[in-house]
């Protein structure tokens, strides 16, 4: 990761092994760029349109498992945040951080930034990164009063709150963020998508963050525009309307689902009873003794 000034240099660690930026040593660090892009592990990012509408002063953020989006290795600036769970940086205890930094090398690359969001979560020491420089991010106050209660914060919603928050003078790009689930990769439900998307797309709206496939497609601009003499709360109750309409048709059509596959349901549940407890199972059967 490139130095950083003198005058901005890192808050004081809670334990060894923890490197804390102050906002302004963040700020400092990012400003030298004209973009800074976060890229989704989503199948919606187009790699070839972002390489070739930024210039080369462009950082990529990238998110955990990169594979997903990557091929090979990447060339151009970036940095890859690490989020972490209960048993410290999900690459780190999965023993994935050396097959996720193969794909980042050479001064172009800034590091590691290992995250947290909530307070379950705990930090991976530096030294588990694989020799990569690591710094520390704390989330967790930022959303504590903000999220949904009884969900936790998707890794690409928390950056981009806290990139808008340090308000640098470059644009804040969001690539990817569609919240879809696709044939390859699935979304997890401890996630509150609708309120993410909500969210970012006001901060787009606002002229905060930028959306690649998100405000830029949305079919609700299009009837904006072909009816100027509606207001704009009109048409969002109206949007409501239909959507309110829509899943109450797509809930019916759920619960007989739920009726059908009962028997189903209930043999799962039998066998799942005998299925291994997983390592992140048996480590918090662990701390709780």
């Known amino acids: 990761m490139e130095a950083i000034p003198s005058d901005t240099q890192t808050m004081p660690a809670p334990d060894s092994g923890f490197t804390f930026l102050t906002p302004e040593a963040w700020k400092a660090l990012l400003s030298r760029y004209s973009h800074v892009v976060l890229v989704a592990n989503s199948e919606a990012v187009d ?4 390489r070739s509408e930024l210039p080369e002063t462009a950082l990529y953020v990238f998110f955990n498992n990169v594979y997903k989006v990557l091929d090979e290795p990447f060339a ?7 989020r972490s769970g209960v048993m410290g940086a999900n690459i780190v205890h999965r023993r994935e951080a050396a097959g996720v930094l193969r794909f980042f090398a050479g001064d172009d690359f800034l590091g590691v930034v290992n995250i947290r969001v909530s307070p379950e979560e705990n930090f991976s020491e530096e030294g588990r990164f694989e020799g990569a420089e690591t710094r520390h991010l704390d989330l967790t106050k930022m959303l504590v009063d903000l999220y949904p209660v009884g969900k936790i914060a998707t890794s690409g919603f928390a950056v981009a709150l806290w990139l808008a928050e340090l308000q640098l003078p470059g644009k804040v790009l969001l690539a990817g963020f569609s919240a879809k689930r696709s044939e390859k990769w699935k979304v997890f439900d401890v996630h509150d998508w609708t309120f ?3 969210f970012l797309r006001l901060f787009a709206r606002m002229g905060t963050i930028s959306m690649m496939g998100g405000v830029d497609a949305s079919p609700y601009a299009a009837i904006a525009r072909r009816f100027p003499q509606v207001p704009p709360i009109e048409i969002a109750m109206t949007a409501a309307e239909v959507l309110s309409e829509r899943l109450h048709n797509a809930n019916s059509q759920i619960d007989r689902l739920m009726s059908v596959t009962k028997s189903i349901r209930a043999i799962e549940g039998f066998f799942r009873r005998f299925k291994p407890k997983t390592r992140k199972q048996r480590f918090l059967e662990k701390s709780k003794e």
């Open 196 to 198: 993410e998307q909500i």
């Open 47 to 50: 790699f070839e349109r972002l």
């Open 76 to 82: 151009g600036h970036a940095v890859l945040f690490a």
